[in-house]
């Protein structure tokens, strides 16, 4: 434990004011002690990482640890990514983004990273909820799902991630939770480690918000909600049809191994160089 | 921009959106991001073939205006000089990311090609119609600078002015022109290099233990590292002290957003560029930018001609309003005449200033055509 606590200390920021601002028993700490534990592991160095994060509880994950940190504006986060990668490709930049900050307003954004496979690693913390504005309904709140826009039960369907993600074209697609904590940990490194766009789609629990509504009062409820309905890929894949229902397969879903924008432009500049 | 010794200039035929972006290489820009649209997508196409051909130059195109601004600001963080083009409609896209790049003091070129509005509007037509959203379109006080060129050559050298601004007081700036001045095709020179000032942002000089990166200083701008040169710092939207971290303590709410404001305010007189055309005994002045501009100066001859001691004050920079140009022909003008393709916007400011001590006549014209020398001698004729 000591060296635990050792190690995060190491990675996050002494001159900023604590305590945060995430709830307690929220998800959101156990995805950024797994990025620090991934970066430490790595070996990158501290000045190498761009974190830029867009606007919810996950936006405001990047404050607080020691990277250089970009908190940008609503839906915005990739963008701003993409450009900073662009710039200077030998920066290792990863987005930290929400459920409605990626897939709602900034929907467009994140399938066009994906098809122009630009090198950033991209994680969605899905919570299926607007956690800071109140608890309203996202586009990954479950059909029927309550929320304080949806008090009568959602009625539209939930995106899936990791098909919009395979779709468009990204290079590695993963789906891990906080409560797999091990293996949400080797699939965020080689997230991180990768060439080309990479998605990991993480679920969250927020009992604050979405439990309140949902009957999982306490974050203990939403922790056994995971545990029980979140199976490895391998096994999700050997179930039933029927038995598939309210079952989430976390893994590795894809794995391409096409370089990424800014290798691919750094060759165009070569050869017309050449060619000049 | 004159020329300190006689060298062979490069010359060319070419659009103004050519000489935008022959400019914007001048001063160092090597980032491009932007989606297409009538009519500044010449200036899109120039950048597509020209960047990937220079050392580092990167260009995007993104999925819209928005990414294209987004895309632009992380570049100008990664220490790139970025720009985009647009116009009405996109330009609209980008308010909310140009708040963002004010906040962040961000130093980007945005130019905006101003076609009729609004909305669809007339999208291959002359306007001048984005004044005031250039100014005011984003929410939130901020303090911007607004630029604006009115023939081809001059759309280079206020290129390269944008981006000396925006390096020096770390800002967003944009630079306005209009359908006419962007499409019409002229003798370009293109200066050497070496005759050009070229400014690039501050950077740091303490140890990265002691930098905050906004600081008061001096002159209210802050140095700016490009991401990953060891000066790791957090950057946000939010109202922030001056380590960057958000803030809601009243006191460091008021330093964060008057400094923003003051480091421009305070280098008004460096930033209000003007060209005046026989202006000293003028009785009527034309102000007016952009295309105007040009109809106005003939206009002016042709009143001359006819003993109407008439002047023009050409506007380069639009905001922060160039208040001491205009306060400056008190003692001869008696009116002063603003002819523009709007129904009013930068009248507005010149009656602003005015106060009361000369008679302000406007020309507006909003059916996508241009303002004939012969309406504006009309009015000068008026007296």
Redesign the interface.
């Known amino acids: 434990m000591a060296q635990v606590t050792q190690l995060i200390h190491h990675y996050l ?1 002494h ?3 604590f305590p945060h601002v995430l709830c307690p028993g929220c998800g959101h700490g156990i995805v950024l002690g797994s990025l620090i534990r991934s970066v430490h592991c790595l070996g990158l160095p ?3 990482v ?1 974190l ?1 994060a867009g606007i919810g509880c996950s936006g405001r994950m ?2 607080y640890v ?8 609503h839906g ?1 986060a ?11 490709p ?2 290792k930049v990863i987005v930290f983004t929400g459920d409605g900050d990626a897939l709602s307003i900034g929907g ?2 994140f399938i ?1 990273a994906a098809r122009r496979n630009i090198g950033i690693t991209v994680m969605v913390l899905n919570n299926f909820i607007y956690g800071m504005t109140g608890g309203q309904c996202s586009s990954t709140t479950p059909e029927g799902g309550f929320s304080t826009t949806t008090p009568y039960g959602q009625m539209e369907k939930s995106f899936d991630l990791v098909d919009m993600a395979r779709a468009a074209g990204a290079n590695f697609v993963a789906r891990g939770t906080v409560f797999h904590v091990r293996s949400l940990d080797k699939m965020v490194r080689t997230a991180i480690e990768r060439p080309g766009f990479n998605m990991m789609e993480i679920l969250t629990p927020c009992h604050t918000q979405f439990g309140r509504k949902n009957k999982y009062r306490s974050p203990v409820d939403m922790y056994k909600w995971m545990k029980s309905n979140c199976v490895k890929i391998g096994q999700y894949e050997k179930l039933k049809e029927a038995d598939r229902t309210g079952k989430i397969p976390y893994g590795v879903f894809v794995e391409r191994d096409e370089p990424g924008l800014e290798e691919r ?1 750094e060759a ?2 070569a050869s ?2 050449e060619t ?1 | 921009m004159s020329a300190k010794r006689k060298t062979k200039h490069k010359e060319f035929f070419g659009l103004g959106a050519e000489a935008v972006a022959e400019g914007a290489l001048l001063a160092g820009c090597t ?1 491009y ?1 932007g989606y297409p649209i009538t009519p500044s997508s010449e200036i899109m196409e120039g950048m597509a073939a020209r960047l ?7 260009f ?1 195109q ?3 205006e ?15 000089k ?1 720009m985009t083009a647009t116009s009405g409609p996109g330009f609209s896209l980008m308010q ?2 140009l708040g ?1 790049a004010c906040m962040i003091e961000a130093p980007l070129v945005i130019v905006n090609v101003m076609r009729g509005g609004p909305s669809t509007g007339l999208p291959t037509s002359p306007a001048q119609a984005d004044v005031q959203q250039a100014r005011w379109g984003t929410h939130g006080d901020h303090s911007v600078i607004v630029l604006s060129a009115s023939d081809t050559q001059e759309c280079l050298e206020m290129a390269v002015t944008a981006f000396n601004f925006a390096e020096r007081y770390r800002t967003p700036v944009m630079l306005l022109i209009d359908e006419v001045t962007a499409h019409t095709r002229e003798k370009i020179v293109v200066p050497n290099p070496s005759e050009l000032e070229i400014y690039t942002r501050l950077q740091p000089s303490m140890p990265p233990e002691w930098y905050k990166p906004f600081q008061e200083t001096v002159r209210g701008v802050p140095p700016m590292p ?5 000066y ?7 109202t922030h002290d001056d ?1 960057g ?2 803030t809601a303590v009243p006191q460091e709410v008021v330093a964060c957003i008057e400094r923003q404001h003051r480091k421009i305010d305070q280098f008004f007189y460096d930033i209000q560029i003007t060209d005046g055309y026989l202006t000293d005994d003028a009785e009527v002045v034309v102000v007016a930018y952009g295309s105007v501009a040009r109809s106005g100066q003939l206009a002016v001859d042709q009143a001359r001609e006819k003993g109407v001691k008439a002047g023009l004050l050409k506007l380069k920079t639009l905001f922060p309003y160039p208040r001491t140009a205009t306060e400056r022909l008190a003692p001869h003008c008696r009116t002063i005449i603003v002819p523009e393709m709007n129904m009013g916007q930068m009248s507005r400011e010149v009656k602003r200033v005015n106060m009361g001590q000369f008679r302000v006549r406007t020309i507006n014209r909003i059916d996508g055509k241009i303002i004939t020398p012969s309406q504006i001698l009309t009015s000068i004729m008026k007296g």
């Open positions: 920021r001159n900023k004011k501290k000045d190498d761009v830029v990047a404050v020691d990277f250089n940190t970009v908190h940008a504006v915005r990739i963008p701003v990514a993409t450009g900073i990668k662009m710039a200077n030998k920066l467009n954004h066009h432009y165009l500049r017309l160089r000049a | 980032f991001a990937p051909k220079t050392e580092t130059g990167v995007l993104m999925e819209d928005i990414a294209s601004l987004g895309a632009v600001i992380g570049a100008s963080l990664a220490g790139r970025a909310e990311l963002y490009p991401l990953g040169s060891g790791r710092y957090h950057v946000t939207g939010l380590q971290f958000p």
